[in-house]
């Protein structure tokens, strides 16, 4: 069954330092997102990409956060400098770019900022 | 804004006992409605949806009605079993604006089952 992988697993990380985290998306899944999920929160969108194109970056903290597609297959983000706030499970999904589709997301990537 | 509003928990229920999880939602026109759950160690997979009034979803006995006159959907399983211990999220898709899709997701309940 096809999954939608992640990696690293866990990063911990001292403030300051830069992080990335890797998403490949379930194959020829066009729409990808990227969620953070605070402990006990759910998770909120930070990013949606549509192929390689941005689609809603609205709630992405673009003074520290950066995410690409280039090629619209896999994505990376991309924390610099990171924060004692940042810490948090971070989510990759994908879907058909269908409205209404189901979203498959990957195991996660939790980040200790120390 | 959109949000989504359940119960928190944490629930501890024994085997075969009745469970309900309450979710009431606050959106413009007319979302989606989606029951997300997240095993421990695992990542979210959708257990059910429904996308217009009246509709019930249900899966692995799980159901839940999308009530637009109370804004509600609320998850309902009439015997749980040790292995449905995991965290539930309900979440709900606005109408697309401009392309966006994303899911508005509740805080969680995570469920305990004892045998």
């Known amino acids: 069954e096809a999954e939608v992988a992640q990696s690293p697993r866990y990063k911990i990380t001292e403030k300051s330092q830069a992080v990335a985290f890797w998403c490949d998306p379930i194959?020829?899944?066009?729409?990808l997102y990227w969620y953070r999920q605070i402990l006990g929160q759910g998770p909120e969108l930070l990013v949606q990409?549509?192929?390689?194109?941005?689609?809603?970056d609205s709630q992405l903290p673009k003074d520290r956060f950066s995410a690409e597609r280039l090629k619209g297959v896999d994505s990376t983000l991309k924390i610099q400098p990171a924060e004692l706030g940042d810490s948090a499970m971070y989510l990759c999904?994908?879907?058909?770019?269908?409205?209404?589709?189901?979203?498959?997301f990957g195991p996660g990537t939790r980040l200790t900022v120390l | 804004g959109d949000s989504v509003t359940q119960m928190e928990g944490p629930v501890t229920l024994s085997e075969e006992a009745f469970l309900t999880i309450n979710c009431t939602y606050t959106?413009?026109?007319?979302?989606?409605l989606f029951w997300y759950v997240q095993y421990p160690g695992e990542g979210l997979q959708l257990l059910l949806k429904?996308?217009?009034?009246?509709d019930k979803g249900s899966n692995k006995g799980f159901e839940a009605t999308y009530r637009k006159e109370t804004t509600s959907f609320h998850l309902e399983k009439g015997s749980v079993q040790v292995s449905d211990s995991a965290v539930y999220f309900c979440?709900?898709?606005?109408?697309?604006?401009?392309?966006?899709?994303?899911?508005?997701f509740g805080k969680g309940m995570k469920l305990t089952v004892n045998p």
């Open positions: 999904a994908s879907s058909p770019s269908t409205y209404m589709n189901e979203q498959f």
């Open positions: 194959s020829g899944h066009a729409t």
């Open positions: 990409f549509q192929d390689e194109s941005v689609v809603d």
């Open positions: 959106a413009t026109g007319y979302p989606s």
């Open positions: 429904a996308t217009k009034a009246d």
């Open positions: 979440a709900l898709s606005p109408r697309p604006q401009g392309g966006s899709e994303k899911l508005v």
